[in-house]
T-cell receptor, first 117, second 113 residues
Framework: GAVVSQHPSWVICKSGTSVKIECRSL??????MFWYRQFPKQSLMLMAT?????????EQGVEKDKFLINHASLTLSTLTVTSAHPEDSSFYICSAKRSGTGIEKLFFGSGTQLSVL | SQKIEQNSEALNIQEGKTATLTCNYT??????LQWYRQDPGRGPVFLLLIRENEKEKRKERLKVTFDTTLKQSLFHITASQPADSATYLCALGGGDSSYKLIFGSGTRLLVRP
């Protein structure tokens, strides 16, 4: 089955530092990846859609300069939380859509718990 | 704006019984609806997809119904087991011809042995 690897699974950082989260599709190509954040007992909120070789599309209210997304290859997308603050503490999850498929299920990474001190 | 409602209260049932979870939505016309399972601290895992022109879908002990008139989906787990304990999320997609999914906040299922 399709596997999406997300790294790191958890990170603790000081306020003001930047954190990079990687999302890799291990056994398939993904032209489109999605980044979500999830607060405890709440739904996954889509932050942005990442397309290989082009700029990410951000959802309303998500600061593109704060959450930098790079999708440089068909198997890797990265999310960088710049100048992180305690309010950025959350569970970040990526998902990938297998290339060449239509409306299909998404394959999710295992998530990254970010704690900003 | 689009809204998806899932029962926020946990569903607590006895092993062997059928669990039924509800997903209601408003202000949206999805092309398909999906159900995912999420365990604590983990990403969601896909379970079933049902399209707007389908009434019912089954997979092993799982059954999903989709009523586009009522704007509601029901998710059933028959012969439930303690291992089925998790949070179940419904997600809508395709309403705006994109691949974006809109998720409900999930319902936690607890199956007592």
């Amino acid at each position: 089955g399709a596997v999406v690897s997300q790294h790191p699974s958890w990170v603790i950082c000081k306020s003001g530092t930047s954190v990079k989260i990687e999302c890799r599709s291990l056994d398939f190509q993904a032209t489109t990846m999605f980044w979500y954040r999830q607060f405890p007992k709440q739904s996954l909120m889509l932050m942005a859609t990442s397309n290989e070789g082009s700029k990410a599309t951000y959802e309303q209210g998500v600061e593109k300069d704060k959450f930098l997304i790079n999708h440089a290859s068909l198997t890797l997308s990265t999310l960088t939380v710049t100048s992180a603050h305690p309010e950025d503490s959350s569970f970040y999850i990526c998902s990938a859509k297998r290339s060449g498929t239509g409306i299909e299920k998404l394959f999710f990474g295992s998530g990254t718990q970010l704690s900003v001190l | 704006s689009q809204k998806i409602e899932q029962n926020s209260e946990a569903l607590n049932i006895q092993e062997g019984k059928t669990a039924t979870l509800t997903c209601n939505y408003t202000n949206y016309s999805p092309a398909y609806l999906q159900w995912y399972r999420q365990d604590p601290g983990r990403g969601p895992v896909f379970l079933l997809l049902i399209r707007e022109n389908e009434k019912e879908k089954r997979k092993e002990r799982l059954k999903v119904t989709f009523d586009t008139t009522l704007k509601q989906s029901l998710f059933h787990i028959t012969a439930s087991q303690p291992a089925d304990s998790a949070t179940y999320l419904c997600a809508l997609g395709g309403g705006d011809s994109s691949y974006k999914l809109i998720f409900g906040s999930g319902t936690r299922l607890l199956v007592r042995p």
